[in-house]
């Protein structure tokens, strides 16, 4: 009954920029942390932001200074402006978010099906 759909993956140059989305759609009441995640192959799913209803973020240490998450709760969707990429930003990034369906209900954890970025070097 929700889904989260990622968009704005792709290939680049090293040092080139890619803005990613992902929007939730369904039977959404609210929507607590949102967040992004990536693994590249061979390895474990790793934090890299994740931005709270009130606006404070947190990143890995990895991306601190070259990435931006925000959000936009009139159209439910987090997106990651990701700048100065590296080879080693190489993952599929995952969306995932904390969302409550309907009122008196706690919230649940989502995830999307993943895109792929993927930095030349």
């Known amino acids: 009954q929700v889904q989260l759909v990622e968009s704005g993956g792709g290939l680049v140059q090293a040092g080139g920029s890619l803005r990613l989305s992902c929007a939730a759609s369904?039977?959404?009441?609210?929507?607590?942390?949102m967040g992004w995640y990536r693994q590249a192959p061979g390895k474990q799913r790793e934090l890299v932001a994740t931005i709270t209803s009130g606006g404070s973020t947190n990143y890995a240490d990895s991306v601190k200074g070259r990435f931006t998450i925000s959000r936009d709760d009139a159209k439910n969707t987090v997106y990651l402006q990701m700048n100065s990429l590296k080879p080693e930003d190489t993952a599929v990034y995952y969306c995932?978010?904390?969302?409550?369906?309907?009122?008196?209900?706690?919230?649940?954890?989502?995830w999307g099906q993943g895109t792929q970025v993927t930095v030349s070097s």
């Open positions: 995932n978010a904390a969302i409550v369906q309907n009122y008196g209900l706690g919230y649940m954890n989502y």
């Open positions: 369904g039977s959404i009441f609210s929507i607590g942390v």
